[in-house]
């Protein structure tokens, strides 16, 4: 029986030098796509994924909802407000100096799932509003009289304080002092989202819609 070895070294040796070159060429280039077949099915692969957004489990919104109201800024005033009533006798005066703290941050138990996106380690949040976290701000206990002349009813008194309530805000609620607690809010917000597990983060202020 013939050597198959030897045959095929019989018919190389009877190529001429180009056929020789031609069918190097085509055992290299088939050598390659074997190689890149091998690759693709037992190497490394590529993939493509499509990343869904998906939106913050509710246990999660619900840890942060519980925070509840969270201060950024904290404002102390006072205010000296007086008010005169004239008389055919005299003039009485009544004039009261009212402290006050007025606190700026954010309600979180608004936030819902809505406003809150996650895609794998990335969070995007969307924050309320800075607001004044509560009304009754002025502290009654420090509150004196500056100088009393006549008599005063409780209406008269409670007029005076509505007048250094409406004081603080227009004096504290600038948009300076909005600005500083929003960046605070900024620094927090960032600082907590991070230890929930999320590296990147993107923070925004959710716009108030307007009434009417």
């Not at 925070?67 to 950024?72: L, N, P, R, Y």
């Not at 969070?123 to 509560?134: A, F, T």
Request: with cysteine.
């Amino acid at each position: 029986m013939d050597n198959p070895q030897n045959n095929f070294q019989y018919f190389i040796s009877g190529l001429t030098t180009t056929a020789k070159a031609v069918l190097l060429a085509v055992l290299v280039v088939l050598v390659i796509v074997i190689g890149f077949i091998v690759y693709a099915f037992t190497g490394n692969r590529i993939s493509i994924n499509q990343h869904e957004t998906t939106r913050m489990s509710p246990t999660q919104i619900q840890t942060i909802r519980n925070i509840g109201e969270w201060e950024f800024l904290s404002i102390s005033d006072e205010e000296l407000i007086d008010t005169v009533r004239y008389g055919f006798f005299g003039d009485d005066h009544l004039a009261r100096i009212y402290y006050g703290t007025l606190r700026l941050g954010i309600d979180l138990s608004q936030l819902d799932e809505q406003w809150v996106e996650v895609q794998d380690d990335s969070v995007s949040i969307q924050l309320p509003p800075i607001q004044l976290l509560d009304e009754d701000f002025i502290d009654e206990a420090h509150t004196r009289s500056f100088y009393e002349s006549g008599k005063w009813s409780h209406s008269d008194r409670e007029h005076l304080y509505l007048r250094a309530v409406a004081a603080m805000k227009e004096r504290c609620l600038v948009p300076e002092n909005v600005h500083a607690a929003e960046q605070n809010a900024l620094l927090q917000v960032k600082q907590l989202l991070n230890a929930m597990g999320f590296q990147r983060t993107s923070i925004t202020w959710r716009k108030e819609k307007k009434k009417g």
